[in-house]
């Protein structure tokens, strides 16, 4: 019996929700299954060849490829333009969180490529995995997408950060022991430039993102409790940021984490608490119930440009949000005295799971065998898309007899009217004129 193919995609390269996916697969089907890689870059492809199956993405194997494979998964939508009919396209997606996304933005904030990508990811689309029933609704409204196409059972980065030694690994990237800090706590904001805009200005005077503060009241704070502030920034911003380093203040960059084939999940539990904004880091980070304090000190302009799902930051930040450095030590305080700790969200946010779902998953669309399951089906093949594409057709076909029609209509008018039959007349005594001018030449 042929072999499933299997293709991955993420950004970065070998990540997040589909490297974790990847590497499930690899591990509980073994040799039943061939698994492949699109790479979308050459440093990445050369880093990585020995030990993926992989393919530069857009290349001419990588195309040829696509002629055999059976099921994609993606965390960036990428891929939609390679589809073909009957091949199932699972979107992992890459974060679930507070900010719009998709079609929940306002049109007005909608480039045109990017209106472009989520038609096209409607159109291509089978599957969407989230970790609870709330996501379900919440993904029906980012890519307007069918609700049972979304199925709440699972988001694989979640593995890692509930299993993982996630200090260990911290140790390794900072090449430091860690023993002699009394709390480790982390600060990880969203990335700012999704969707072709700045969604805010963020404060590069500060290392955190606050209103205007003297930076000793953080260190000093930071040194006394004998406390470490490990920073993370979205790969795509690091550059933005360029802050002296102090004993008790580290930042890690995203290449430390590739170095060890590590994303910020394999290490993200080794903090006592998280500082973010509105990154999806934040709500994920509750499943290990752990305190998050949330930076809205540009809440204003974000709203403006981005906005928050429901627009209420209350039920998202639930009173653990600051603005100023003595609004956010005082919640450092508290929250690292906290021995223990959960949130009220955390039923709503994750359901059952107490991980990353990842059997849920292989037990959807997978058997024992590695086959792919009788009940899975291509989009192309469900009956409400059916139904669609041929009242699409129908539409079409409608649009052009109606057009067909009036151009008939309009040239009959022409062809009837007195300047028609003049024209005609003219051009009659044209053609003689020339046949008598071809005459005499002869």
């Not at 589909?18 to 089907?29: A, E, G, L, Q, V």
């Amino acid at each position: 019996m042929k072999k499933l193919n299997i293709l991955f995609q993420s950004s970065p390269n070998y990540s997040g929700n589909s490297k974790i996916m990847y590497d499930y697969i690899k591990k509980k089907y073994k040799n039943k299954v061939n698994l492949y890689w699109a790479i979308g870059s050459r440093i990445d492809y050369d880093r990585l060849k020995d030990k993926l199956n992989c393919v530069m993405y857009g290349s001419t194997e990588m195309i040829d490829l696509m002629d055999t494979i059976d099921v994609i998964f993606t965390t960036h939508g990428q891929l939609r333009e390679y589809k073909k009919e009957g091949q199932i396209y699972i979107n992992l997606w890459h974060g679930i969180g507070m900010k719009k996304l998709g079609y929940m933005l306002q049109q007005k904030n909608l480039a045109p490529q990017d209106q472009r990508y989520l038609e096209q990811l409607q159109m291509k689309t089978d599957y969407i995995i989230v970790p609870s029933k709330f996501w379900q609704l919440i993904f029906c409204a980012i890519f307007s997408v069918n609700y049972n196409q979304i199925l709440p059972i699972g988001c694989p980065k979640l593995d890692p950060l509930v299993k993982t030694n996630g200090k260990d690994n911290l140790e390794k990237i900072l090449n430091m022991n860690l023993s002699h800090y009394k709390k480790i706590i982390y600060y990880m904001p969203t990335f700012r430039k999704g969707c072709n805009r700045l969604d805010s200005n963020p404060n590069l005077n500060n290392i955190l993102n606050l209103e205007e503060y003297d930076e000793s009241l953080l260190i000093n704070y930071l040194e006394e409790n004998d406390y470490l502030l490990c920073i993370k920034y979205h790969p795509d911003e690091e550059e933005l940021f360029n802050f002296n380093i102090y004993d008790n203040v580290k930042i890690i960059k995203e290449e430390q984490l590739q170095e060890y084939e590590y994303s910020v999940y394999d290490i993200l539990n080794a903090a006592d608490m998280l500082i973010t904004d509105y990154s999806s880091l934040g709500i994920e980070f509750t499943i290990i119930d752990k305190p998050v304090i949330y930076i809205d000190s540009d809440i204003e302009d974000y709203q403006k440009n981005r906005g928050l799902i429901f627009d209420d930051k209350n039920f998202w930040f639930q009173n653990n949000n600051v603005s100023s450095i003595d609004g956010l030590l005082e919640k450092l305080s508290i929250g690292l005295k906290n021995k223990k700790y959960h949130s009220e969200m955390k039923k709503l946010w994750f359901g059952n799971l107490n991980d990353g779902g990842l059997e849920n998953i292989c037990n959807y669309f997978f058997t024992a065998k590695g086959e792919l399951r009788a009940n899975i089906c291509s989009i192309d093949n469900f009956p409400a898309r059916q139904e669609k594409e041929i009242t699409k057709l129908k539409e079409k076909k409608d649009f052009l007899e109606r057009l067909t029609n009036q151009y008939e209509s309009e040239l009959n008018m022409i062809y009837n009217s007195k300047s028609w039959k003049i024209l005609e007349k003219l051009r009659k005594i044209k053609n003689k004129i020339f046949h008598h001018k071809k005459e005499v030449t002869k």
